[in-house]
């Protein structure tokens, strides 16, 4: 995704390049639409199906990159196997498994991937001496007389329908396989699709800036809020310390992982809905995981001394929220401070570069916007 120099040069491009008259009378667009565009002019069709339906769009732009393929609902019919379903040989998941027969036999899988990448390959098969192939490579899965999780290895796919080719070995058996690849940040609208309303100005303003990463170019607008750390009521194994040769901890204290890592889980509350940008105060010699939700975890470095770093900007509905910090040993967070960004209509649409009024969004300017994203090589 795009971060230093290139968010700036991103910013400058939409504010320079999508200044458009005032909207045309025409058919309203829906988010759906919106969508669909998104996903084809983003060339990330590929990873739909023949027939696809609202729930492959979203799947794309989710951005999420695990994937489980069960065994029986991947199977292709002419693979000499059966499909079992007794629990002899431990649990198992879905509705089945694929059970191999008396002598060596070959099972022919597919099944679609969304979103191209380097992914963590494991399976769950019973036996030794399963050959997989998956991507180009050979893969060797050696289970147990239970069924045993194996970890293959990594293997670079495209988005799109796969094939996978496993050679199992007398009475061997395959529960599913999973693909793991780092999430993609989503986009999407602030708040999420609502697919059936009318397509917004504000609604393309906030999909491309999620795009290119750049929610957190938008300008502050609050006063911040303010959350310390010693007083989550997860620690995870910190301490709360006082030491103040690191710097001065507000409030006089702060948390420590000793020689474990510690993982904190600090809830935070907001009362109104916006972006917010998250800044964490710390210290260490190795950086942090930090999660907010279900979003994708980010990683955040810490100087030698109790300092401030940005996380980054995420969209908060008004509520209860958590935040999962990840402190490798020695490690610290002192404080944790939410700064509203300004996010209404004007402020995305200015910063977009759509200049020309609020309302409903036009055709043209959808495909303006997706020519300029293209261009920028936004998602991914």
Not at 54 to 67: K, N, P
Not at 150 to 171: F, K, R, T, W, Y
Request: net charge negative; charged share 20%; glycine share 10%.
């Amino acid at each position: 995704m795009w971060r230093g120099w290139s968010r700036h040069f991103a910013a400058v491009m939409l504010s320079l390049v999508l200044v458009v008259p005032e909207p045309a009378l025409g058919a309203h667009l829906t988010q759906r639409d919106w969508m669909k565009s998104l996903v084809a002019g983003l060339g990330l069709s590929f990873g739909l199906p023949d027939e696809p339906e609202d729930a492959d769009y979203l799947r794309i732009l989710s951005g999420r990159r695990t994937l489980r393929i069960e065994a029986e609902e991947a199977l292709n019919p002419e693979s000499l196997v059966s499909i079992k379903d007794f629990p002899h040989f431990g649990p198992f998941s879905g509705s089945g498994w694929v059970s191999g027969i008396a002598m060596p036999t070959t099972a022919h899988l597919s099944f679609l991937l969304p979103l191209r990448g380097t992914y963590e390959v494991s399976v769950v098969v019973r036996l030794a001496e399963h050959v997989i192939h998956l991507g180009g490579q050979e893969f060797v899965a050696a289970g147990g007389h239970e069924f045993t999780r194996v970890e293959l290895g990594s293997v670079d796919l495209e988005a799109g329908l796969q094939e996978v080719i496993v050679h199992l070995p007398p009475n061997g058996a395959i529960d599913f396989f999973e693909l793991r690849a780092a999430d993609f940040t989503a986009v999407e609208p602030l708040g999420g699709w609502r697919l059936d309303r009318l397509l917004m100005r504000e609604d393309l303003a906030a999909t491309a800036l999620r795009a290119l990463d750049l929610l957190d170019s938008l300008p502050a607008a609050d006063s911040d809020l303010l959350f310390e750390a010693e007083d989550a009521p997860e620690q995870g194994g910190a301490s709360v310390v006082s030491i103040r040769y690191l710097g001065a901890p507000s409030g006089g204290r702060w948390l420590r992982a000793t020689t474990a890592p510690a993982e904190v889980i600090l809830p935070i509350r907001v009362d109104r809905p916006g972006v917010y940008r998250l800044n964490l105060t710390g210290v260490g010699n190795q950086p942090s995981g930090v999660q907010v939700n279900d979003e994708p975890p980010r990683k955040v470095a810490w100087p030698s001394f109790l300092a401030e770093a940005s996380v980054g900007s995420f969209f908060l509905d008004a509520g209860e929220h958590r935040v999962r910090v990840d402190l490798p040993p020695g490690s610290g967070l002192d404080v944790l401070r939410l700064q509203k960004l300004s996010s209404d209509a004007e402020a995305l649409t200015r910063l977009c570069g759509l200049v020309g009024g609020f309302g409903p969004a036009q055709a043209g300017e959808v495909d303006d916007l997706l020519a300029l994203l293209a261009g920028l090589g936004a998602f991914f």
